[in-house]
């Protein structure tokens, strides 16, 4: 398991920040099209090159079931009757792609977590640049409601901001843009694993699930598939 306790390569400043990029897992109860990860029904799983290919299985379930949206008519052809063809319709037709999470960050030293809201997607990490070299503020998602402000060389994250006594977290400019670029890396690792994976588990539409993965996590799409 991706635990943080267990990981030595998580990245951190010398505050012990911690910042990994997470996706909302879905509960699996029924679901056998692949193996999956049943241990953790809606929680945050944190993507990177680490995952076991259980965990991949369940990333892959929770981006497709993410859009299992049924076709307007005139629009997507409709859903198969196959049951695996069915599950992934959604993901290979749709234009617009989304995976529920975001970006969780952890200050160790007091315990305060920073998690998205609901509706972020975890493509809207985007945003970020905005505290870093844009307007300096951004949320992410409602219930809680997430806000990061730039103030000078600092940058202020309210847990939610709708809260009044909300704690928050204060990580200095420079760390933070350095633990952004390590959860890219840890996404690109993710995405190369996934390939892998997908090529095991899902020969026959290898290629069209690694693209809308790689376009539901705002990711370009790995050319050397790792295996898992």
Known sequence: MNRVAERVDV?????????????????????????????????????????????????????????????????????????????????????????SGGLRITDTATGVTLLPGCCNGLDERRDWREVLDGDGWASFGHDPSPLAERDGDTVRLTVDAQDESSPVIEVPLGDLRRLLADAERDLDDFIRLAAGWVALHLPDHASPVISALGRALGLPVPTGPSAP
Not at 36 to 65: H, K, N
Request: charged share 20%; with cysteine; net charge negative.
């Open 11 to 99: 990245p951190h400043t010398l505050r012990v920040i911690v910042l990994q990029p997470v996706l909302e897992v879905h509960a699996p109860d029924g679901f056998a099209l692949w193996p999956v990860d049943g241990t953790r029904p809606y929680a945050f799983l944190p993507l990177s090159g680490g995952l076991a290919p259980a965990e991949v299985g369940t990333a892959v379930m929770s981006i497709a079931d993410c859009n299992t949206v049924e076709p307007e008519d005139g629009g997507r052809p409709p859903r198969p009757v196959d049951p695996l063809e069915g599950f992934l319709h959604g993901l290979l037709t749709m234009d617009d792609l989304f995976a």
